[in-house]
């Protein structure tokens, strides 16, 4: 799911296209089989950016095929990388899926204003009961339309190895302090405390860990009101502290860690060689996958001293959404599919089958760590504010903060030039209170 997005090259988007992506809705009579059986079958074209999860998503459409017996819905995946440029080729001719997996925010604004999708209020029922907070991730920014049906959400907080915790006479914290104490204890034991990536290919996860460990020392919800409403800037003296913390806690992270990459630091974890890991939800599945048999916890950081937040915060956004090709031959079954994926069976079959929070109203995680998760959530959640709210514009305000976080961690930057640089860099399009 992972969201650094790479312009790919023409030439090779042709190629791709051309090799992986049917006809914008394939004809009647092409699902497959051929012959008497298929006479009068739909084959829809489902893109999307999770190449890993091509066999999950087998399964989870095999079920709305039983219900559908007209229509058969063929999963194209491509690398997240080149997904958006991709997708957005493929949708502005007629070589384009039928429905696709949208990105959320900043990312489905070029879609919307290229006129690209089809709007789904009125014809999806269903949204009407989804929370408000994961439908503003499939919404044009300027008509306020909804454009998807949102399939999961992200939050972000800290998995811990629990026999390394046990085996250091450690108790996941309960204030700053104490989390601090067990770095440190760790780290004297010879145990990475934190795994933590600032590689070339890692830099879109320096947000995150800093969403994790300093969402509470900003502000949290009052800190997003305050700046979307012009009261506050990036260069506030929370946000700048909450950048701090990211440079304090540098020495409990890999050695080098501005070369150190994801694999790198995923098989730190799983192979208990790191003893944390500051992550998003999504990251669950594939440590287990690696080792089913690890023992993983989850906490909230503790608010950092200084914070005005008093409660430990669990951040989080709306993942993406499916969406109808306005071109597509085939609406109405493309409809009847985003229909689908908006009832229970769809959300339960996705976080049962994906290990992840389905955003599907009154689904349960049958996982005991993704209902923690999920409940935290519920109970103290606050938006990932660059992602969720400064990815409309250009220069991207989540863009311009990774990159400075690691030139920070560098030693290239301090705390104070990069606030100053996400302040300068958003004022170029973000208007306050618009």
Partial sequence: MKRKWIAGAIGVLAVALAACAPGGGASEGTSGGGGEADAGKVTLSLWSWRVEDVKAYEKILAKFEESHPKIHVEFKPFQATEYNNILATGLSGSGGPDV???????????????????????????????????????????????????????????????????????QPPATWDDMIAAAKKLKAAGITPFAVAAGPDATWTLPIVHEIFGNARYGGNAFRDAVLGGQKKFTDPDFTASVKLVKDLEPYFPKDVVAVKIPDVQALFVTGKAAMYPTGTFDLAPV??????????????????????????????????????????????????????????????????????????????????????????????????????????????DAIFRDELQKMLAGQTDPEAVAASVQKGVEQWFKPGN
Avoid: C
């Fill in 288 to 397: 287990l996958k690696a080792d089913p048999s690890l023992e993983i916890g989850v906490f909230q950081v503790p608010p950092p001293p200084g914070s005005p937040a008093t409660t430990p915060v669990t951040p989080g956004w709306a993942d993406g959404s499916f969406g109808v090709n306005a071109k597509s031959a085939h609406q109405a079954e493309a409809l009847e599919l985003v229909k689908w994926m908006a009832t229970p069976e769809f959300g339960q079959l996705y976080a049962s089958e994906l290990k992840q929070l389905s955003a599907v109203p009154g689904v349960t995680p049958s996982d005991p760590l993704l209902a923690e998760m999920a409940k935290n959530y519920a109970g103290n959640g606050a938006p990932y504010t660059l992602l969720v709210d400064f990815r409309y514009g250009q220069p991207n305000g």
């Fill in 100 to 170: 696709a997996q949208l990105r959320a925010y900043g990312g489905l604004q070029p879609l919307v204003e290229a006129g690209q999708l089809l709007p789904l209020d009125g014809k999806v029922d269903a949204l009407s009961g989804f929370d408000a907070k994961l439908l503003e991730g499939a919404k044009g920014h300027e008509d306020g339309k909804i454009y998807g049906v949102p399939f999961a959400y992200q939050t972000l907080q800290v998995l811990y190895n629990k026999k390394l915790f046990g085996d250091n006479g450690i």
